[in-house]
């Protein structure tokens, strides 16, 4: 069910980036190119590889190998940041990773996020859960956004708005971001369809709130830990197989610093030789 403060919430996050952006947030145009249609390729791909993990236990094996390393690593930190550095030849600002507005992102995301932190503080019961359980969900689950942040937010967002203009990309990028969760989160909810289309709203405010500022930090770390953690705690009571995997959230994470501060290196080294 989608529960009117996240309705609230995301006109409130339209309405904000109307305002900051003028005039320019209401364009539509129609300029497709080559790293569009790369851009919504590469975010389509986890989609087909989370609905390959309905096949598998999300207990197994292969299930943590699917979504640590083909869909975090490879489809979060590496396509994205290799494709601008090498395809596109741009720097990391072309991934929303910039200086440029990040205290006022930093400021729009903290207001945000009390909305979901009143949510958990309101309902939630801390003593019932172990606070390593609690840990090691946040530190998962922000594995996944900085996988969002990437690719959906820094590589398909800005993309799909160089070419359609901002509001198709808020929508087109909201609808492909929710499909990613097809093997992953939805067989967790009791209702999928009505969980999808939550989905679809929640990427719709996040979406809307990159485009405030165009800056990933506007998304995470702080609105997305405050998101996700009510999301699973308030909607889905934090489901035992989440964050109990520490070896592979080490993997994860040790991935997605390594493979960005390698490809990075190798971009500069190779601009300075050239």
């Known amino acids: 069910m989608i529960e009117l403060p996240l309705v609230v919430s995301t006109g409130v996050a339209f309405a904000l980036a109307g305002i900051l952006q003028g005039w320019r947030f209401f364009e539509v145009f129609w300029r497709p190119n080559r790293h569009a249609v790369a851009a919504i390729a590469a975010g389509l ?21 699917v979504l640590f390393i083909g869909i975090f690593a490879l489809c979060g ?3 994205p940041w290799a494709y601008v550095l ?13 200086r440029q507005y ?17 949510g958990i503080l309101q309902v939630t019961d801390f003593a019932t859960y172990r606070w390593t ?15 969002e942040a ?19 990309a808020i929508v087109g990028s909201a609808a492909i971001y929710s499909l990613w969760h097809i093997g992953t989160e939805l067989p967790m909810h009791a209702d999928p369809v009505a969980a999808l289309g939550m989905l679809f709203v929640i990427g719709l405010l996040c979406h809307a709130l990159f485009a405030t500022t165009y800056n990933v930090l506007v998304v995470w770390p702080i609105f997305f830990t405050a998101g996700v953690m009510n999301d699973f705690i308030v909607n889905l009571d934090l489901p035992e197989e989440v964050g109990t995997s520490v070896v592979w959230s080490v993997i994860g994470w040790s991935l997605a610093v390594m493979i960005p501060a390698s490809l990075w290196w190798a971009a500069r080294r190779r601009s300075v030789t050239g």
Do not use: M
């Not at 090498?86 to 910039?98: N, P, S, T, W, Y």
């Open 77 to 79: 930190f590496l396509v």
């Open 150 to 168: 990437f690719l959906y937010c820094g590589f398909v967002h800005l993309r799909l708005r160089d070419s359609l203009g901002p509001l198709p």
């Open 86 to 98: 090498f395809v596109e030849g741009k720097q990391v600002d072309a991934l929303g990773i910039r």
């Open 133 to 147: 359980h609690l840990l090691g969900a946040a530190l998962q689950l922000n594995l996944g956004g900085l996988f």
């Open 102 to 118: 990040w205290i006022r992102s930093l400021v729009i995301s903290g207001v945000f996020s009390l909305g979901p932190v009143y």
């Open 45 to 65: 791909l986890p989609a087909f590889l989370s609905t390959f993990c309905l096949l598998l236990s999300q207990a197994s094996l292969a299930y943590e190998v």
